[in-house]
């Protein structure tokens, strides 16, 4: 088992859930999904290789991070830079397939593919504002 479990909150947790899926390629593990009496996702994982990434909307009240974004200036403004701030790092086979797949499916590209220490790279937000870099799995990434 993994040490650490990211664990992201989305607005509409089901659409995201298939966003996912369909964008970079993670599959859901369809016996962890639970629901709540209205039909918002509580839980739902999802696998990056043999990881999980959990997957919820924690409540009704919960504001995704583009909708957040519109009416809070300052995080509007921190936002402004390409980084990945407070994300996943996910190691992937083929930047270049991934990048294109991601890309063709609305992800808002924050860097295209670049090259060099720590490896073949390139930075995403999700349709919800969370922010990813994805790295080619051979790469050496050296983080100490």
């Known amino acids: 088992m993994q040490d650490v479990i990211p664990m ?9 859930l298939e966003w996912l899926k369909q ?22 994982q999802l696998m990056a290789g043999g990881d999980i990434i959990m997957v919820s909307t924690p409540t009704p009240d919960y504001e995704s991070i583009n ?20 994300g ?15 890309k063709e499916k609305g992800a808002e590209i924050l860097s295209g593919i670049e090259e060099g220490p720590p490896g073949k790279r390139y ?5 919800e504002g ?3 870099m994805f790295i080619e799995k051979n790469s050496e990434l050296n983080i100490q």
């Open 67 to 86: 909708n957040h974004r519109e009416h809070c200036k300052k995080m509007d403004r921190w936002l402004q830079v390409p980084w990945v701030i407070n």
């Open 123 to 127: 930075r995403c937000a999700d349709i």
């Open 23 to 44: 964008a970079f390629g993670f599959e859901e593990d369809t016996d962890r999904r639970m629901l709540d009496a209205t039909g918002r996702l509580t839980h739902a």
């Open 130 to 132: 969370h922010r990813w």
């Open 8 to 16: 992201l909150a989305y607005e509409n947790g089901i659409a995201a």
């Open 88 to 102: 996943l790092l996910v190691h992937v086979k083929n930047v270049e397939e991934h990048f294109e797949k991601a």
